[in-house]
């Protein structure tokens, strides 16, 4: 068995029921909303042997620069709006802010290693509530002090991700008036999670858009940057569903935090020893258990990458125009380690891959705070 990659060619055939649309109609009413860029690697396409390539850029979106925002805002809307069920269900920003502001005091917290607890404190700002973020000593300082300038407090812990979810959980339970908005889930918690899955399904509306108006066809594979696996479930979910022609999913995590991988191979949801890695949004030790059924049928291959591969790749990226952080081109790292090695051909047959086949290469993030290559 080869702990690097992992296979399972008929996941293809695997059916779900589509996302909902609305979380789409909810971003459109935020402040800054745009579709994030689809940007063509011609290059790259030649490099890899296919068709065609594309990046998509979620190095800013909706003010931030990562892809967070579309779950955590989502999330947060739903979960406020069930506070309030006799009011009309919030459809926008505004309808939002005018249910929270019928509410008493309220807290969202979290944990996080970086984007997602910054987008959580966003949104607190937005609706002029509190925000608690827990974060592993492991994130870069910048990174947290960038969550403090959204106006929210922040928890540093010496622990791991893993362990610093429990204890944003535990202080949650601890607290009257305050929301758990984590974008993990375990039993007993899993509503919210969902809702952050549902969220990011405005990302694969977006590509799906721009492939058809760049006469590209339908995404023939599309590279997933898997961390607990909540975007990679929702890219199952949207490319599964019965409405959608189907995609090759590939998931990428770093080799030092492969639990998704590894969890695969065993055919069960498992947690492993994680590390300091440079691709920090992906240090994660334990699959989501929301997830965790949609990647075990739905994933058609899993890949890890070191954090060598992900800065070349990022560098390679950034000379077609996007500035992608580690986490961002692990995807090119992927489809490399996966196709230009000595079972490439193998990996291409089981993907499905030929040479007029589209691939897209979710680059997730932007430039890490005080990279030399940030814009």
Same mark, same amino acid.
């Given at each position: 068995?080869?702990?690097?990659?992992?296979?399972?060619?008929?996941?293809?055939?695997?059916?779900?029921?589509?996302?909902?649309?609305?979380?789409?109609?909810?971003?459109?009413?935020?402040?800054?909303?745009?579709?994030?860029?689809?940007?063509?690697?011609?290059?790259?396409?030649?490099?890899?042997?296919?068709?065609?390539?594309?990046?998509?850029?979620?190095?800013?979106?909706?003010?931030?620069?990562?892809?967070?925002?579309?779950?955590?805002?989502?999330?947060?809307?739903?979960?406020?709006?069930?506070?309030?069920?006799?009011?009309?269900?919030? %459809?926008?920003?505004?309808?939002?802010?005018?249910?929270?502001?019928?509410?008493?005091?309220?807290?969202?917290?979290?944990?996080?290693?970086?984007?997602?607890?910054?987008?959580?404190?966003?949104?607190?700002?937005?609706?002029?509530?509190?925000?608690?973020?827990?974060?592993?000593?492991?994130?870069?300082?910048?990174?947290?002090?960038?969550?403090?300038?959204?106006?929210?407090?922040?928890?540093?812990?010496?622990?791991?991700?893993?362990?610093?979810?429990?204890?944003?959980?535990?202080?949650?339970?601890?607290? %009257?008036?305050?929301?758990?908005?984590?974008?993990?889930?375990?039993?007993?918690? %899993?509503?919210?999670?969902?809702?952050?899955?549902?969220?990011?399904?405005?990302?694969?509306?977006?590509?799906?858009?721009?492939?058809?108006?760049?006469?590209?066809?339908?995404?023939?594979?599309?590279?997933?940057?898997?961390?607990?696996?909540?975007?990679?479930?929702?890219?199952?979910?949207?490319?599964?569903?019965?409405?959608?022609?189907?995609?090759?999913?590939?998931?990428?995590?770093?080799?030092?935090?492969?639990?998704?991988?590894?969890?695969?191979?065993?055919?069960?949801?498992?947690?492993? %020893?994680?590390?300091?890695?440079?691709?920090?949004?992906?240090?994660?030790?334990?699959?989501?258990?929301?997830?965790?059924?949609?990647?075990?049928?739905?994933?058609?291959?899993?890949?890890?990458?070191?954090?060598?591969?992900?800065?070349?790749? =990022?560098?390679?990226?950034?000379?077609?125009?996007?500035? =992608?952080?580690?986490?961002?081109?692990?995807?090119?790292?992927?489809?490399?380690?996966?196709?230009?090695?000595?079972?490439?051909?193998?990996?291409?047959?089981?993907?499905?891959?030929?040479?007029?086949?589209?691939?897209?290469?979710?680059?997730?993030?932007?430039?890490?705070?005080?990279?030399?290559?940030?814009?």
């Amino acid at each position: 068995m080869d702990a690097q990659w992992y296979a399972r060619p008929q996941a293809r055939t695997w059916r779900c029921e589509a996302p909902p649309a609305e979380p789409e109609w909810f971003h459109r009413s935020m402040p800054g909303y745009r579709p994030t860029p689809l940007v063509e690697y011609p290059s790259l396409a030649t490099e890899l042997g296919v068709g065609r390539v594309f990046a998509k850029d979620e190095s800013s979106r909706l003010g931030l620069p990562a892809f967070k925002m579309l779950g955590a805002s989502w999330a947060v809307c739903r979960a406020i709006g069930s506070l309030a069920p006799a009011s009309r269900a919030p %459809e926008t920003l505004d309808m939002l802010r005018a249910v929270r502001s019928r509410l008493g005091p309220l807290t969202l917290v979290t944990a996080t290693d970086g984007n997602h607890g910054r987008a959580v404190a966003r949104m607190a700002n937005l609706l002029a509530t509190d925000a608690r973020i827990f974060v592993p000593d492991v994130v870069d300082p910048a990174a947290v002090e960038l969550i403090r300038a959204e106006g929210a407090e922040v928890s540093v812990l010496a622990e791991p991700y893993d362990t610093t979810v429990r204890r944003a959980a535990e202080f949650a339970a601890g607290q %009257e008036q305050s929301i758990l908005v984590q974008d993990t889930s375990w039993q007993g918690y %899993e509503e919210i999670p969902q809702w952050i899955v549902d969220g990011y399904s405005t990302l694969f509306r977006e590509v799906d858009t721009q492939l058809e108006r760049r006469s590209a066809g339908p995404a023939g594979l599309v590279a997933v940057p898997t961390g607990v696996g909540s975007l990679a479930q929702a890219a199952v979910t949207f490319h599964r569903s019965v409405r959608h022609q189907p995609a090759a999913l590939l998931a990428v995590e770093p080799d030092s935090a492969a639990c998704v991988t590894v969890s695969l191979h065993r055919g069960e949801p498992v947690s492993v %020893e994680t590390g300091h890695t440079s691709m920090a949004g992906l240090n994660c030790g334990t699959p989501s258990s929301i997830a965790w059924p949609y990647l075990h049928q739905g994933i058609d291959a899993a890949v890890s990458v070191t954090e060598d591969q992900a800065a070349v790749a =990022a560098r390679d990226l950034a000379r077609g125009g996007v500035v =992608a952080g580690p986490c961002g081109a692990a995807t090119l790292a992927a489809l490399r380690t996966a196709l230009l090695g000595r079972d490439g051909d193998l990996h291409r047959e089981q993907l499905g891959l030929t040479p007029d086949s589209t691939v897209v290469l979710l680059s997730t993030e932007g430039a890490p705070p005080g990279d030399g290559t940030a814009a």
